[in-house]
């Protein structure tokens, strides 16, 4: 579990440097634009539906807390997926489509 606290903080670190990027007409491209940032490829439309996805999960209570939500994604993403990438794919995913969860990801990094 250590390394995804770090992967956590990571992401809780540099999500406000990412907030301050110029925001363009269509937030799925930001948010694929910020998956490469993290070497997260695939199809911008499934990224961005299981981005949307993952937000309503957290909306819904489906998962209780960003490390259901992580484990959610990376099941969802190609095997080699890490898990810290998994946690930078749901605090992209946070940061554009669901902002009202950042707390999630803030009480994960405690």
Partial sequence: M????????????????????????????????????????????????LGKIACKRLDRGVDADAFASAHFIQR???????SAQAFQFLGAAINIYCPGQFGVLQAAAQ
């Fill in 76 to 82: 969802n993403l190609p095997r080699d997926t890490t």
């Fill in 2 to 49: 250590g390394g995804w606290r770090a992967a956590v903080a990571g992401v809780v670190m540099v999500l406000p440097l990412a907030l301050a990027a110029p925001a363009q007409a269509d937030p799925d491209i930001d948010f694929a634009n910020q998956l490469h940032g993290f070497g997260i490829y695939g199809q911008r439309d499934y990224n961005a539906w």
